[in-house]
Nanobody, 121 residues
Framework: QVQLVESGGGLVQPGGSLRLSCAAS????????MGWYRQPPGKERELVAA???????NYANSVKGRFTISRDNAKNTVYLQMNSLKPEDTAVYFC???????????????WGKGTLVTVSS
């Protein structure tokens, strides 16, 4: 089993910044792609940003130029630096990772439980 634990959410004023972290632990051979998704109130979950093991990145158009995804493979951790936050960024943010797990070495997608980000004055 693999666990993903997010941290760093909270209340921030418009224009402010937050940094989310997501640490993976458990039966891990290799972590492949990692990403952040969010689910605004009353809406469906959407991709925010993704990063490959080789550090190629992909962003939703709504966050390009404001958010930066990064990862530390030695720590099995992915980060999301969020700057110039807007009220419409308010959502529960979920971490996702595709993990190669022993003994089968299958690639399995795991999710964290989410962390709430509220952007409000």
């Amino acid at each position: 089993q693999v666990q993903l634990v997010e941290s760093g959410g909270g209340l921030v004023q418009p224009g402010g910044s937050l940094r989310l972290s997501c640490a993976a632990s458990g039966s891990i051979f290799r972590i492949n792609g990692m990403g952040w998704y969010r689910q605004p109130p009353g809406k469906e979950r959407e991709l925010v940003a993704a990063i490959t093991r080789g550090d190629s990145t992909n962003y939703a158009n709504s966050v390009k130029g404001r958010f930066t995804i990064s990862r530390d493979n030695a720590k099995n951790t992915v980060y999301l630096q969020m700057n110039s936050l807007k009220p419409e960024d308010t959502a529960v943010y979920f971490c996702n990772a595709v993990v190669t797990t022993p003994p089968t070495y299958a690639n399995i997608a795991y999710w964290g439980k989410g962390t709430l980000v509220t952007v409000s004055s």
